[in-house]
């Protein structure tokens, strides 16, 4: 082989190492991020964005080991890839895996009152809920049936009945209810 090639293709450690260290790397910040919760997926500020690209950096040596070869990358990222998209798998066929790895819900607000015990829980502040909530157009939680915090960090509202926006269809069942109304003989 020529020396040139060598970086490209000569590894330091075996496959099956970089393959386990990169399956523990993964599984560490998967435990981690789960542990840190849904709000740092949520309302993720500065200072959680400077922790999200430091953590690469510091669990790069981890993956790689004494191993600075193309291939070796190239194999750490098959092994990262792969496995991520069989946990994905694994999570859609399996509840106990999809509550394991995902997490559930939590609903923040039930009947237009927040759930401050659950928000605490979850770390989010009064300002950081009001800020959620005007990004999905509402004004007062009080307008709000139920509204859930996903696994994923997305917010999902359900408005009471009399908050709700009026769709088309509302319109136009409304707009031929008074036309019936209007048309109708009076007695």
């Known amino acids: ?17 970089k393959a386990l260290r990169t399956v523990v790397v993964y599984l560490g910040i998967a435990i981690l ?25 510091v669990v790069q040596n981890a993956i790689i080991g004494p191993d600075n070869s193309v291939l070796g990358g190239l194999v750490g990222a098959v092994v990262l890839i792969g496995f991520d998209l069989g946990m994905d798998l694994l999570a859609q066929r399996s509840r106990f895996v999809r509550h394991l790895v995902v997490g559930r819900h939590a609903d923040v ?44 960090g997305d917010l999902l509202v359900k408005l009471k009945p009399g908050d709700r926006a009026v ?7 409304a707009v031929a209810e008074l036309k019936g109304m209007l048309g109708s003989p009076r007695a």
Not at 167 to 173: N, S
Request: proline share 4%.
């Open 1 to 17: 082989m020529t020396d040139w090639l060598t970086p490209f293709v000569s590894m330091d450690i075996s496959l099956v190492e």
């Open 33 to 57: 991020l789960r542990l840190a919760g849904k709000r740092l997926l949520a309302q993720m500020n500065s200072l959680d964005l400077v922790v999200v690209l430091l953590l690469s950096n």
């Open 109 to 152: 607000i039930t009947n237009g009152i927040p759930e401050q015990a659950q928000l605490h829980r979850l770390g989010i502040n009064d300002r950081e809920l009001a800020l959620a909530l005007r990004r999905q157009g509402v004004d007062d939680p009080s307008q709000i049936e139920v509204a859930s915090l996903e696994p994923e």
């Open 167 to 173: 769709t088309r269809d509302d319109l136009a069942a």
